[in-house]
């Protein structure tokens, strides 16, 4: 029951701009609240089928938005010409910002200080190796099929950020599963996952900057990596020094969903003050969730925050599905063979890029092939690097589609791997000590 007016708010606002729009009739709204509806009860009733076969929900949101978008059914607006189509990517942009401040709500700041040197080294060697293997691979133009539609260092750039990030929440689960959340290669393994998202949104901030046209040399990317890594620092310690006063303030309203609405006020406020200070909008969210995770009422936040997430982030991974030119992966199509080709590279590069993470610690005796595979599923902010360069002509449609089918492999793939690694491959630190 508590969380029925705060998923009427979300939907409220989801109808809001829509219905302005109409009003002055350049919007067809009975169409728009027929797809989103489709939508919304589309997406619940996929993720309810994968979950129950032992997937994470987003695969089935992902199917769904391919099904019902320009690769099939064609009933999620995406041509340029459709007046719906900047509307529901308008809706999917809050639904990445609303998924980003539920991560940064997930980040425990003191536990990330207390991983140590294992996580963070697991972290960057899993962040550097496929990101350099994925540039290199592209800008050599070893791949035989000229997808880019932009400069190739730029495209480059965007292919190997596009592998670098580890789904957090993929590898919990599995861990939880197996009973292993507590052992020490699970600690490293979602210690290095946090570490390794932070970093993946860095990089993003700096190639948000190269999707907006920011010239690419030396002296600019610098600048941009600056931009990011001096507003995330900047925003976090002012937070810290003003939240508690503002939520002080917030704690003595009696208004109803005041919580809800200051917490989702503070998380647009910073990614407009991310965006005008030069870094990526996502960063902002990502850096309200840190803040208002150390608030005393972080439990109410998140807890309030679950229904807005429950409608507009499904509405960003359909989105995704929907850009998605399903005929590029039909490979009785002579065409559409260099497609899957370069999918299959990048898959080996995503794959092994982050089995080698696993030997980045060599003074800690542990299951090195947990860890390794532990890395390896991609997930959220990898989808969100592949459609900020789609959306701004970095990637071509082909090469997106090719990103997309390496996002799915490695969730599909890695659970029953992370599941073998654990049972059959090595031995755990406990065990090593008891050797």
Partial sequence: MRERPSRCKALALAALLPLLLGATGDLPVVRFFAVLALMLVAAKFAGEVVERLGQPAVLGELVVGIVLGAGALKIIPTAPDDPLT????????????VLLFEIGLATDLKAMGRVGAAATAVACVGV????????????????????????????????????????????????????????????????????????????LGVVSGLAAGT?????????????????????????????????GVVDRMRVRGVLLVSAFAFLLGLCALAATAGSAFIIGAFAAGLILSETNQFDAIEERIKPVA??????????IGASVDLSVWNPADPANRATLSIAGTLFAIA?????????????????????????????????????????????SGRLFSAILLVVIATTLVSPPFLKWAFRVRGKTEEEFAGA
């Fill in 215 to 247: 010239a690419l040399s030396l002296a600019g990317v610098a600048r941009m990596l600056g931009v990011a890594v001096g507003f995330l620092v900047i925003a976090v310690w002012l937070g810290l020094t003003i939240t508690p006063w503002l939520f």
């Fill in 351 to 395: 794959v092994l890029g982050k089995l080698v993470s696993g030997w980045a610690v060599p003074w800690r005796r542990f299951n090195r092939w947990a860890v390794g595979v532990g890395m390896a599923p991609r997930g959220e902010v990898g989808l969100i690097f592949a459609q900020i360069g789609l959306t701004a002509g970095i990637l």
């Fill in 86 to 97: 900047g509307v529901f990517r308008l809706l999917a942009q809050v639904g990445v910002v």
């Fill in 128 to 203: 550097a190796v496929p990101f350099v293997l994925g540039y290199l691979y592209w800008r050599s133009g070893w791949h035989g099929y000229e997808h880019s539609v932009s400069d190739p260092t730029t495209t480059a750039i965007f292919v190997g950020a596009t592998l670098t990030a580890t789904s957090v929440g993929i590898t919990a689960r599995v861990l939880h599963d197996l009973g292993a959340l507590h052992s020490v290669e699970a600690r490293t393994i979602l210690g290095a996952a946090v570490i390794d998202d932070v970093v993946g949104l860095v990089i």
């Fill in 310 to 319: 429950d409608i507009f982030t499904p509405l960003f991974f359909l989105s």
